[in-house]
């Protein structure tokens, strides 16, 4: 991957996430109406879309670039998954008990599930929150969701990369009986990106021309802001209350239920992305400087998506807040970034130390495990 690809990729993940936070400013109990039109253009599904894609294309670089095997590749996806996961459950948790005990009107609402909290927290942990019909909500914590989907996608890629033959297809159907159809669903979003990664790197877009570069880049925004004005999302969200007989789709495929719009999303992205590659080379115009600064703000985009929702949830409660004045929402944002900004100097900033961690938990695992064979031998 090219130093200017990277840094783009770097750069457009950390507006996702901001396009993800702006768009839960725009519930009407944060800021009463005044963010209404990101909510209704729907701008921060879309976005975990192009997460979704985006992930798919890094996973597939990395894993076959570095040449790593089964158990490294393993150790990789659970540091980074739980390097974020396990203190966003801690922040989750200690903040909606804070809030619901001191600040119980910010909670009364669909937002917050305060339900059986033992088995929310051991389900997130295992990413089973939304398999099959079972789309369980932690806490304040509703961004969760795609987690619990993209877990799915680092592991089945996993078995189709590292295992071989009726071991591949047999843990593939396994993960597939368990995972259930919403989260399959969007599997082709992500496995684009996998797709597209692998193209690339056999010489897909070598041949393209800069004036065709540039189409590829641009054409799909233009396309993604005619799709929206011409209210494709709905129109296609129609056709899938056909397809499900006459069902509400939310109420069968949970987040998956744009599902047709969103293989639209992910299919423009990979069509931008292989535009941009062409043109980002080297991107020698943009110093070493401006190079950290982007590393360092995509180096917490994990964190401002699994952190902001029960933060801005607590915050919002605090006496004397006022969605209509718009100081008061934008320090509400603001502070809200910050906070996000300084978790992730203790959740994914610290990679190295959560790799330590899991690789320490093989260990003992591997461990037990051969003491276990040579007892029984």
């Known amino acids: 991957m090219t130093r200017g690809f990277s840094l783009y990729l770097d750069a457009l993940r950390f507006l996702a996430a901001l396009v993800v936070l702006a768009s839960h400013m725009g519930y009407e109990r944060f800021t009463q109406g ?33 040449a790593r095997g089964a158990a490294a590749y393993a150790q990789a ?29 910010a909670y009364e609402g669909w937002w917050y599930n305060g339900a059986e909290m033992g088995e929310q927290y051991l389900r997130a942990v295992t990413f089973t929150t939304h398999v099959w019909n079972d789309y369980m909500r932690v806490g304040t914590n509703g961004p969760f969701w795609s987690v619990a ?19 591949r297809w047999g843990l593939l159907g396994l993960m597939a009986l368990v995972a259930g159809p919403a989260i399959l669903l969007l599997a082709p979003c992500w496995g684009l990106g996998v797709l597209l ?24 925004w233009g396309f993604y802001a005619l799709a929206l004005a011409l209210q494709m999302p709905d129109r296609l969200l129609v056709q899938t209350w056909f397809l499900l007989g006459e069902q509400a789709p939310i109420s069968v495929l949970g987040f998956s239920d744009e599902f047709l719009w969103n293989f639209v999303i992910a299919n ?57 004045n718009a100081a ?32 320490r938990v093989f260990d003992c695992i591997g461990a037990r495990w051969l003491g276990t064979q040579a007892a029984r031998a």
Not at 39 to 66: K, P, Q, W, Y
Not at 201 to 219: F, H, K, Q, Y
Request: aromatic share 14%.
């Open 149 to 167: 989907y993209e877990a799915w996608y680092y592991a089945g890629f996993g078995v189709a990369v590292f295992c071989r033959g009726i071991v």
């Open 268 to 324: 423009l992205m990979a069509a931008h992305f292989l535009g941009v590659h062409c043109l980002a080379k080297g991107a020698g115009w943009i110093g070493p400087r401006a190079e950290s600064v982007i590393r360092w703000c995509a180096g917490a985009t994990f964190s401002i998506y699994l952190f902001h929702y029960p933060i801005l949830t607590f915050l919002h409660g605090l006496p004397g807040y006022d969605g209509t």
């Open 34 to 66: 005044s963010l209404a039109w990101i909510r209704e253009l729907n701008l921060g599904s879309d976005a975990v879309v192009v997460f979704f894609v985006l992930s798919g294309f890094v996973i597939a670089h990395t894993t076959f670039s570095r």
């Open 77 to 105: 996806r659970m540091a980074r998954l739980y390097s974020v996961i396990l203190p966003a459950l801690i922040v989750t948790f200690l903040l909606d008990q804070a809030g619901t005990a001191f600040l119980p009107h």
């Open 328 to 359: 008061h929402a934008t320090l509400l944002a603001a502070v809200t970034l910050g906070a996000c900004f300084a978790l992730a100097e203790v959740s994914e900033r610290r990679l190295d130390f959560w790799k330590q961690i899991v690789a």
């Open 197 to 220: 990664q692998q193209a690339m790197a056999r010489g897909l877009g070598d041949g393209i021309s800069r004036l065709s570069a540039w189409v590829l880049a641009l054409a799909p």
